[in-house]
């Protein structure tokens, strides 16, 4: 079966960074988001990645290695804002992205 | 604002009640997916619409029965749900489906409370 694995709560400190890891066992690979959720809102577009590497945004990150299925969100400079749920999402072979159950992230002050 | 929109955004409905959730888009996409969000679970995709073409149901019971009457907009209807249909329902589009870089886009969802 398909599976996409995340950590369900994480906690850091404000000015802090913080990594949100992801793995993920798909039928075929065709690129690997994240999501950004508040409470009560839509989920955002953060990042995509599909070839190896790291892709940096502003103060976010995001790292894939497809030989061992797993990503990361990097969030430096941790903000009261940035308490919300993070989703990590792979597109599989037929395009149909699989979801994982979300990070809920907990800045304190 | 995401360009997508969602009405009602809280919605409480008997078992025998009918009900239809509306979603529209504003972002001249053409595939628009209906999912359901239930707390500490994974996003379960139900329908997705391309080019106004139903291209995946995925065995979501026939109590739920979805409308694309053109590519901005998708209905949901509703008819003698049950309490487990409790849930956020999220409406997305993207440019279009079968597109690996495809970024789907969501609307704030609709909270259906089922008694």
């Known amino acids: 079966g398909q599976n996409i694995d995340q950590p369900t709560e994480m906690t850091a400190t404000e000015g802090a960074i913080v990594q949100i890891n992801c793995t993920y066992q798909?039928?075929?690979?065709?690129?690997l988001f994240w999501y950004q959720q508040h409470a009560g809102e839509a989920p955002t577009f953060l990042s995509y990645?599909?070839l190896d590497g790291l892709e940096e945004k502003g103060r976010f990150s995001s790292f894939l290695s497809r030989s061992k299925g797993y990503s990361y969100l990097l969030l430096k400079e941790l903000q009261m804002k940035d308490s919300a749920s993070y989703l990590c999402?792979?597109?599989?072979?037929?395009?149909?992205?699989?979801w994982g159950a979300g990070t809920k992230l907990i800045i304190k002050p | 604002e995401t360009g997508v929109t969602q009405t009602p955004r809280h919605l409480v409905m008997g078992m025998t009640n009918k009900k239809s959730l509306k979603c529209e888009q504003h972002?001249?996409?053409?595939?628009m997916y209906w999912y359901k969000q239930s707390a500490k679970k994974p996003l379960e995709l139900m329908f997705v619409?391309?080019?106004?073409?139903?291209?995946e149901n995925n065995s979501v019971p026939s109590r739920f029965s979805p409308e694309c009457p053109n590519s901005s907009h998708l209905f949901l209807h509703l008819h003698t749900l049950q309490p487990e249909d409790s849930a956020l329902y999220l409406c997305?589009?993207?440019?279009?489906?079968?597109?690996?870089?495809?970024?789907?886009?969501f609307g704030p969802g609709t909270r259906l409370t089922v008694l």
């Open positions: 972002l001249g996409h053409n595939a």
């Open positions: 999402a792979v597109k599989d072979s037929n395009y149909q992205l699989i």
């Open positions: 619409y391309n080019f106004k073409e139903q291209t």
């Open positions: 997305a589009s993207s440019q279009e489906r079968g597109l690996g870089a495809d970024t789907q886009y």
């Open positions: 798909t039928s075929g690979f065709n690129g």
């Open positions: 990645n599909v």
